[in-house]
Nanobody, 133 residues
Framework: QLQLVESGGGLVQPGGSLRLSCAAS????????IGWFRQAPGKEREGVSC????????NYADSVKDRFTISRDNAKNTVSLRMNSLKPEDTAVYYC??????????????????????????WGQGTQVTVSS
């Protein structure tokens, strides 16, 4: 059974840092495009960052560019999201998601393409991030 499990969320002060992890079981992450999304109360789920299956493309939403970094550890079959200079508006439940590229449709994480939640078909349960003093 394919499963994604996020961890690493918590309460942090503005300006602080957190590192979220997404562990996969039942499949190998480097065969999949991986996305990080977040959803704040009363708001739509929005894309934060993605990494292509090859690792060659890493996209970021404008709101997190230069503060967040996505990375992958193939040995541990995990994808991480390092979040620096956190702001109160970063408060949300953070989800990782996966989508396997196909020969016909290709991947969903490539240069110039924004993150779309409907592109991804495997999701974790989410981890809460709260930025507050």
């Amino acid at each position: 059974q394919l499963q994604l499990v996020e961890s690493g969320g918590g309460l942090v002060q503005p300006g602080g840092s957190l590192r979220l992890s997404c562990a996969a079981s039942g499949f190998t992450l480097d065969n999949y495009d991986i996305g990080w999304f977040r959803q704040a109360p009363g708001k739509e789920r929005e894309g934060v960052s993605c990494m292509s299956s090859s690792g060659g493309v890493r996209n970021y939403a404008d709101s997190v560019k230069d503060r967040f970094t996505i990375s992958r550890d193939n040995a541990k079959n995990t994808v991480s999201l390092r979040m620096n200079s956190l702001k109160p508006e970063d408060t949300a439940v953070y989800y990782c998601a996966a989508r396997r590229p196909t020969p016909i449709s290709g991947g969903v994480c490539y240069e110039g393409r924004r993150l779309v939640k409907n592109d991804y078909n495997y999701w974790g349960q989410g981890t809460q991030v709260t930025v507050s003093s």
